[in-house]
């Protein structure tokens, strides 16, 4: 009798969006990065555009580096197109890429030439995987920090800017508790760290909930692919352009899906009253 070997499904898949561009769909979550407008679009208008990263690196005037946190890095769609802005920049930069697993970066890399959006790159990105640290421009050191994100946070300065971007809380929902968002925001209260902003794909009225009681300051994004809004909080009340306020607030009490992640568990439903009230009495929602 002849044994025929049992293959593994592929974890990850090359997919076309409405778009045209090319992206990558993880089999075992479900889920397409970027499924809006492809990697560079999302990228630009959501994590550098939006926070004004060009016009905050002008205007930089502490001798350390603007340090930017790449929550999520993987295949790389929201670092390279920063790598892309930073060219003409001179100010000093580090980027720190968390991930639990290189498996779809190296995916990606291996398919350069379908996704279009590493050309030029290839060699950074293997430095990355081969030492965990890469210099892609002269002025820009690239970090990589594997592992457990809640156990990393310490391994690396504080942030001025946090590009939020793993899989959906349905699929991982530690990446989004309130915790996980309370030891982020306690590293930019840190000594000498810089006001920071922070910005994410969702719109989920349950995710600012969360962010808010994690000590963030919260506000409307901009517009994204399908989406008409995201979310961007911040360490300061002032960096914020369209704050939520108390019209929010209404529809908090409301909802059916606003109360707070917690214990990494994705469990959707009301606001409790305790939550409410806390959440009212946040400086943020001060008359």
């Not at 980027?95 to 996704?115: D, G, K, N, V």
């Not at 959006?117 to 995987?129: C, F, K, N, T």
């Not at 349905?170 to 989004?176: D, L, S, V």
């Not at 306020?245 to 606003?258: P, Q, Y």
């Amino acid at each position: 009798m002849t044994t025929v070997p049992c293959e593994h499904p592929p974890e990850f898949e090359i997919v076309t969006l409405k778009s045209g561009e090319r992206s990558i769909r993880s089999v075992l979550h479900g889920e397409t990065m970027h499924v809006g407008t492809g990697p560079r679009s999302e990228a630009l208008a959501l994590h550098i555009d939006q926070p004004q990263i060009l016009r905050r690196l002008r205007e930089w005037d502490s001798t350390a580096p603007f340090v930017i946190w790449d929550v999520g890095l993987g295949p790389a769609g929201n670092a390279l197109t920063l790598l892309e802005a930073l060219r003409g920049a001179e100010c000093p930069v580090q980027i720190h890429s968390f991930e639990i697993s290189t498996a779809i970066l190296t995916f990606a890399l291996q398919h350069a030439p379908e996704l279009g959006y590493l050309a030029g790159w290839e060699d950074a990105v293997g430095e990355l995987l081969r030492c965990g640290v890469a210099t892609p421009l002269p002025h820009v050191r690239w970090h990589l920090h594997l592992g457990d994100f809640r156990e990393s946070t310490l391994l690396a300065p504080p942030p001025a800017s946090i590009f939020h971007d793993p899989y959906s809380p349905a699929k991982n929902p530690e990446m989004w508790s309130q915790e996980t968002f309370r030891r982020m925001r306690a590293r930019t209260d840190e000594a000498g760290a810089p006001p920071c902003l922070l910005t994410n794909y969702t719109r989920s009225t349950a995710i600012r909930v969360t962010l808010a009681l994690a000590g963030w300051f919260v506000g409307t994004g901009v517009p994204t692919g399908e989406k008409t809004e995201t979310t961007i909080a911040a360490s300061r009340m002032e960096l914020l352009e369209q704050p939520l306020g108390h019209d929010w607030l209404k529809r908090v009490r409301g909802s059916t899906n606003a109360a707070p992640f917690r214990d990494d568990l994705y469990a959707p439903g009301p606001i409790t009253a305790a939550d409410l009230k806390a959440l009212e009495s946040l400086p943020q929602f001060e008359d």
